[in-house]
Structures are given as structure tokens and as C-alpha cells.
């Protein structure tokens, strides 16, 4: 845990305590991570966030080419602050012009340097600058995005910082319904840094190198509720929602460029979790999309300690508004540890 990142954690603590909220953010796989900066050979990317006619690229090497070859690309908050564009810019080696970088509150993108987005922004925007001055700013923002803008960064940092870095068997608890950046990325992070024992119960196919289709459902026009398919009240467009479709990967959200495909489709036990819940077979307890995902939970909090369950609330800061981050924190801020990469209602 860096400097930046590690002040923050220790100020959050100070406020409400040690093992009860901490950040999480959106990130990318390593191995996508630049070594170097890329010739360049333009000054600006192609997309421009919330501009779709300049959502052109069909293939994922085609979008990351763009950013390659270009200089700067421009970000700025659209629904949300926590977004996978800013390091998608980053990893391959292009300087985010993040233009509202200043109006971000404090308590989000907590694990960003802030600071040095703002600096140099203001320090490239419609201003001339040396080649040397870019590749030095870019090498940072490299070696920055590897240490701490990562998958495999961001399921040490939940670890290190709640104390569970010797954890050997992890239940990573999702629906394996749609794709849900934040939840996909940590699962990933979990699986590469603890390893085999790290099961998703319901398979993210998507994530894994060399599938290329699934099947997938939404639930609800509210795709932030979770729906019990057992529910006997259940309604109609809630029961038409859970309907499975098969889909290709390139059909998921965003064609599934950077979070799917990633790491390999090993073989893994999916089997008798319940009994192996009550067995407390396993170290760890993750529920990956909390308001998306809650099998099994009276089942855990009957068997697990607080520091053995780790709650990541994925959603947006819409929700906020609603009160729904700030009523399951409440309820359960005893009973787990909590995630999310919104804090601003919580601390």
C-alpha cells in the first residue's frame, strides 16, 4: 500500500474505526499494463466519454491501438466517478486528461492520485510540452497504474488491510449473472494472489481465457436488486428476467474489453457449498455485488465471524440517493467488513 493510499485508509479509520469500511476501486488486469510508452502519433484518442458516435472500436485491440498511439485522452465523470476508462487510458501508455478531476470528492477514487491527475491536467491542456516532459509523466503513471491500479493490487490491498493475507480457500459469492466490472476485477485479483482455492459459486465465465459464450440474465429492470427466483410473490417481468439467455462475449456490456478473458479456466469444486459453509471449509467469505448477489447469507453470518465475510457494495453513487449503500451499512457493518468505492455517505 502506497503513501497516498495508506493516509487515507488511516484517516478513515480514525473516523469510524479499525475492520468496518474501506475502499475499492475499478481496475485493470496486469498484464495489460504497458512496459513503456508507445510512439505516438496523434495528440488526442477517440473517445470521448459520453459522446457514443465515438464508440467505434469493435475489438479490444483496436480501442487500446487508439489510446497507444495517442497522447492524451480525455476522461471526465459521466454516472459515476469510479470508472474503468481512466485506467484503460493509463495502462497503454497515454497521459488521462480527467477534466473534472478537481470537483471529485474526497471520499472517491480513493486509490487515484488525485492530485497529480489535476497537475497534469493543468499542466497539458491546450499547452505546448517536450516529448521528455510526456515520457517522464507517462512512465509514472505507468508504474503507478501497476502497483496500484490492478486486479491483483486490489485484492492485496482488501487483504493486507483487513489482516487476511494468509488465506488459503476463498468462496467469492456472485451470480454469475452480467457482467459487473468491480466484482469481475477483484474476483480476478482474489484468484491470481490466494490462488486455486479462491471459487467463484457461480461461474464468471466471461472472465476466463478461451470461453467465448454463456449464458447470462439481468433480473430486473433494476439490475442493483438481487431477486430470490424462489420468491413465491414474485412478479411477472421479474420471472420473464430471469430467463437465461445465451450471449457471445463480444454482446456484453462495453463487447467485454478488458474484464473478460483473463485468467484460466481451471477446474474447481462448486459443489455442497452450503454443507462446506457450515463446515467453515472455507478462510474467507466474499460477497463480490453485494446488493446484486445475497445467496447464502443468513447461512455465512450464522457461521462466520465479522472479519470473515467482506461485503463489496459495487454500485454507483446514485444509489446514494435512494438510501440503499447507507441502509445495508448499518445492517451490516457488524456483521461483515465493508467495500465500496463510494464512501461519502459512510464516513
Known amino acids: 500500500m502506497n503513501e497516498i493510499i495508506k493516509e487515507r485508509v488511516d ?23 504497458l512496459d513503456k510508452v508507445p510512439e505516438k502519433k496523434k495528440l488526442f484518442g477517440t473517445v470521448i466519454p459520453g459522446d457514443e458516435s465515438t464508440y467505434i472500436f469493435k475489438t479490444a485491440d483496436d480501442y487500446y491501438g487508439d489510446y497507444q498511439e495517442s497522447y492524451f485522452g480525455y476522461n471526465w465523470k459521466k454516472g459515476q466517478w469510479d470508472t474503468g476508462r481512466n ?16 470537483k471529485c470528492p474526497e471520499h472517491c477514487l480513493m486509490h487515484h492520485p ?21 515520457e517522464k509523466d507517462c512512465k509514472w503513471l505507468l508504474e503507478y497504474c501497476r502497483e496500484n491500479l490492478t486486479t491483483d493490487a486490489m485484492a492485496r490491498f482488501a487483504l493486507e488491510v483487513t ?92 463487447g467485454g474489453m478488458t474484464y473478460s478473458g483473463n485468467i484460466p479456466d481451471i477446474s474447481v469444486d462448486r459443489e455442497n457449498i452450503e454443507d462446506k459453509i457450515r463446515e467453515r ?3 474467507l467469505i466474499v460477497y463480490g455485488s453485494f446488493n446484486r448477489c445475497k445467496e447464502y447469507l443468513n447461512l455465512v453470518l450464522e457461521n462466520y465471524e465479522k472479519d470473515e465475510v467482506f461485503i463489496v457494495d459495487t454500485d454507483d453513487d446514485i444509489v446514494n440517493e435512494n438510501g440503499v449503500r447507507i441502509d445495508n451499512f448499518e445492517k451490516y457493518k457488524d456483521k461483515a467488513i465493508y467495500f465500496c468505492p463510494d464512501l461519502r455517505v459512510l464516513v
Open 163 to 254: 489482516g487476511k493475507t494468509d488465506v488459503k480457500n476463498v468462496l467469492y459469492i456472485t451470480l454469475g449473472d452480467r457482467a459487473d466490472q468491480l466484482n469481475d476485477y477483484l474476483f480476478q485479483g482474489f484468484r491470481n494472489v490466494v490462488g486455486e482455492g479462491v471459487i467463484d459459486s457461480n461461474k464468471l465465465w466471461w472472465v476466463y481465457d478461451g470461453i467465448k459464450e454463456g449464458y447470462t440474465y439481468r433480473g430486473t429492470n433494476d439490475d442493483r436488486v438481487w431477486i430470490d427466483p424462489n420468491d413465491p410473490n414474485l412478479s411477472e417481468k421479474d420471472k420473464n428476467g430471469l430467463v437465461k439467455q445465451k450471449v457471445k462475449v463480444s454482446e456484453l456490456r462495453g
Open 11 to 33: 484517516d478513515i479509520e480514525r473516523k469510524v474505526g479499525k475492520g468496518i469500511v474501506y475502499p475499492l476501486n475499478i481496475v485493470v488486469p496486469p498484464k495489460l499494463v
Open 281 to 283: 471449509y472455507f478462510d
Open 87 to 102: 485506467q484503460e487510458i493509463i495502462m497503454n501508455g497515454c497521459i488521462p486528461l480527467f477534466m473534472d478531476i478537481d
Open 114 to 134: 488525485k492530485k497529480k491527475y489535476q497537475e497534469l491536467r493543468d499542466k497539458y491542456y491546450q499547452k505546448d510540452f517536450s516529448k521528455e516532459e510526456y
